[in-house]
């Protein structure tokens, strides 16, 4: 019979020290926490291990594994070691993760720090500090001399008596004037990390989009961005838009956009036919009547009857 299948049959003398292994684990728990006993498990060659139940407050589950050994040919069983191990239906906190795994967008709360990795793939080096610009810099050293030399006072005498350039003219404080002075900018790879976060949250795959009557691209509250994002990003002024002050993609789109329904101008009223606001005399006879010159037309209005 081979070692493995020797190992699956508990050793007789072993199995048998259930007190000793009891006694074992109460020398090691709290009094009073060792349950009963739930089964032997054959370990090896004369080597078992006793497992009771813990009734310990939060260790819901967990066993006692107590292991017991004997020499060979020996009658005397030994302990070997006590420990506490989660059963089947152990309650177990959860796996550990860093922190950098677990931080999720808004976990950022007021006084918090987050500080970024040396080598965080999302940025890339900007401003050194040094007056010396980066190899990928587009300032090149002639241009550096140039402006150097431009900035410079002119003094009298040999080249070699000429003063030091002034700090204006350093790309130092260039740099710090424009304000450019970033020890590290975005990199291409946080470039696409963002432009991705975008395009799923306010991008054409969502619900919003797929209902809506036309893209961000056509609607007027859209204010562009500066850099190469603006290709494919804004952001959103609409107050009534789920997107208001959010980086939306051009492809977006919601039933806010500024022409999706255009509202009518109130129709103007028509000019009035009577103005009432005006008195206007109209004459008691016709025209035929007034030509005739009748004696009546020189009579006092009183003779007519009227007061």
Not at 264 to 275: F, G, N
């Given at each position: 019979?081979?070692?493995?299948?020797?190992?699956?049959?508990?050793?007789?003398?072993?199995?048998?020290?259930?007190?000793?292994?009891?006694?074992?684990?109460?020398?090691?728990?709290?009094?009073?926490?060792?349950?009963?006993?739930?089964?032997?498990?054959?370990?090896?060659?004369?080597?078992?291990?006793?497992?009771?139940?813990?009734?310990?407050?939060?260790?819901?589950?967990?066993?006692?594994?107590?292991?017991?050994?004997?020499?060979?040919?020996?009658?005397?069983?030994?302990?070997?070691?006590?420990?506490?191990?989660?059963?089947?239906?152990?309650?177990?906190?959860?796996?550990?993760?860093?922190?950098?795994?677990?931080?999720?967008?808004?976990?950022?709360?007021?006084?918090?720090?987050?500080?970024?990795?040396?080598?965080?793939?999302?940025?890339?080096?900007?401003?050194?500090?040094?007056?010396?610009?980066?190899?990928?810099?587009?300032?090149?050293?002639?241009?550096?001399?140039?402006?150097?030399?431009?900035?410079?006072?002119?003094?009298?005498?040999?080249?070699?008596?000429?003063?030091?350039?002034?700090?204006?003219?350093?790309?130092?404080?260039?740099?710090?004037?424009?304000?450019?002075?970033?020890?590290r900018v975005?990199?291409?790879?946080?470039?696409?990390?963002?432009?991705?976060?975008?395009?799923?949250?306010?991008?054409?795959?969502?619900?919003?989009?797929?209902?809506?009557?036309?893209?961000?691209?056509?609607?007027?509250?859209?204010?562009?961005?500066?850099g190469s994002?603006?290709?494919?990003?804004?952001?959103?002024?609409?107050?009534?838009?789920?997107?208001?002050?959010?980086?939306?993609?051009?492809?977006?789109?919601?039933?806010?956009?500024?022409?999706?329904?255009?509202?009518?101008?109130?129709?103007?009223?028509?000019?009035?036919?009577?103005?009432?606001?005006?008195?206007?005399?109209?004459?008691?006879?016709?025209?035929?009547?007034?030509a005739e010159?009748?004696?009546?037309?020189?009579?006092?209005?009183?003779?007519?009857?009227?007061?």
């Amino acid at each position: 019979m081979s070692a493995a299948m020797r190992s699956r049959t508990p050793d007789r003398l072993c199995a048998e020290a259930v007190e000793l292994a009891r006694e074992a684990a109460a020398e090691t728990a709290s009094p009073g926490t060792v349950g009963a006993h739930v089964r032997v498990v054959a370990d090896a060659d004369r080597v078992v291990t006793h497992l009771f139940e813990c009734q310990e407050m939060g260790y819901r589950g967990w066993r006692w594994a107590v292991t017991v050994t004997r020499a060979s040919r020996a009658k005397v069983v030994t302990v070997d070691e006590t420990v506490l191990l989660p059963g089947p239906d152990a309650l177990l906190a959860p796996e550990w993760v860093p922190w950098s795994e677990r931080l999720r967008p808004g976990d950022l709360g007021p006084g918090d720090l987050l500080p970024s990795e040396a080598e965080d793939m999302r940025l890339e080096p900007g401003y050194s500090g040094e007056d010396t610009p980066l190899p990928n810099s587009v300032v090149s050293e002639e241009m550096q001399q140039l402006a150097a030399v431009e900035d410079a006072d002119v003094t009298a005498g040999a080249p070699a008596a000429q003063e030091a350039a002034p700090a204006i003219g350093s790309i130092g404080s260039v740099a710090e004037e424009l304000g450019m002075r970033r020890a590290r900018v975005l990199s291409r790879y946080g470039l696409h990390g963002a432009a991705d976060r975008w395009d799923d949250a306010f991008g054409a795959r969502t619900p919003m989009a797929q209902a809506a009557p036309a893209s961000c691209l056509t609607c007027g509250f859209l204010v562009p961005i500066a850099g190469s994002l603006r290709q494919a990003f804004g952001v959103c002024a609409n107050e009534f838009s789920p997107a208001d002050g959010r980086v939306v993609s051009l492809s977006y789109g919601c039933g806010a956009h500024s022409e999706a329904a255009v509202m009518p101008k109130p129709p103007r009223p028509a000019l009035p036919v009577i103005d009432e606001t005006v008195v206007e005399p109209l004459p008691l006879r016709g025209p035929a009547e007034r030509a005739e010159g009748s004696v009546e037309a020189d009579t006092p209005a009183e003779e007519l009857g009227h007061s």
